[in-house]
């Protein structure tokens, strides 16, 4: 049975909580930077959520103290915890890891096909 990559999207009103999570073991091993990206329409893809090499973590100042990342590195799976949803926190998620084009979690392309969250206000 073919699993998507991503998974726990969804519709939620403002103020409400997801938790993403990341199947990642046919691409753990291919990136030393791994997070999340999301990419509204129209708008430019952001990095979210990373963590580097070292397993320092950076989040975009718009997320900062409301989105937590975090990993299972026996079952190979991402996560991302979001709290305090905000409309403005509609787009479509990617996990994603670095190595592609560059290395760093400024480099970040998506793994899989993405999950949609909807916030509504």
């Known amino acids: 049975q073919v699993q998507p990559v991503e998974s726990g999207g969804g519709s939620v009103q403002a103020g409400g909580s997801l938790r993403l999570s990341c199947a990642a073991s046919?691409?753990?091993?291919?990136?030393?930077?791994i997070g999340w990206i999301r990419q509204a329409p129209g708008k430019e893809r952001e990095e979210v959520a990373c963590?580097?090499?070292?397993?320092?973590?950076t989040y975009a100042d718009s997320v900062k103290d409301r989105f937590t990342i975090s990993r299972d590195n026996r079952k190979k799976t991402l996560y991302l915890q979001m709290n305090g949803l905000k409309a403005e926190d509609t787009a479509m998620y990617y996990c994603?890891?670095?190595?592609?084009?560059?290395?760093?979690?400024?480099?970040?392309?998506?793994w899989g096909q993405g999950t949609l969250v909807n916030v509504s206000s």
């Open positions: 994603a890891g670095d190595g592609a084009r560059a290395y760093g979690c400024d480099a970040l392309d998506a």
């Open positions: 046919r691409f753990w091993s291919m990136s030393y930077s």
């Open positions: 963590f580097a090499p070292d397993g320092s973590t």
